[in-house]
Nanobody
């Protein structure tokens, strides 16, 4: 069984930065892509970013492109999400996710591509 534990959320002022971490256990972390999603109150969970197993290919939602950076350290079984220039619209619970397959036709941009989820970490951006 795969376990994902997120950390790094908190309260930040608009324009500020946060760095989220997600540490995985239970299988070979380095063999799989990883993703970050978020869910704001009253809204559906949405894709934020994904990174391939080697860490050399990333993809971002348009809403965060240029502000957020996903990266990973396979030696530490950890994936990160660096969030800069935060706005109140970024307020949400952020979830780390891992698939149980090596390939996705969508490029791991969809919720259904992922099988394992962390408990989430709250990010609140004040105006």
């Amino acid at each position: 069984q795969v376990q994902l534990v997120e950390s790094g959320g908190g309260l930040v002022e608009a324009g500020g930065s946060l760095r989220l971490s997600c540490t995985a256990s239970g299988r070979t972390f380095s063999s799989y892509s990883m993703g970050w999603f978020r869910q704001a109150p009253g809204k559906e969970r949405e894709f934020v970013a994904t990174i391939n197993w080697r860490g050399d290919t990333t993809y971002y939602a348009d809403s965060v492109k240029g502000r957020f950076t996903i990266d990973r350290d396979n030696a530490k079984n950890t994936v990160y999400l660096q969030m800069n220039s935060l706005t109140p619209d970024d307020t949400a619970v952020y979830y780390c996710a891992a698939p149980n397959k090596y390939y996705s036709s969508s490029g791991f941009h969809k919720i259904e591509d992922y099988h394992y989820w962390g408990q989430g970490t709250q990010v609140t951006v004040s105006s």
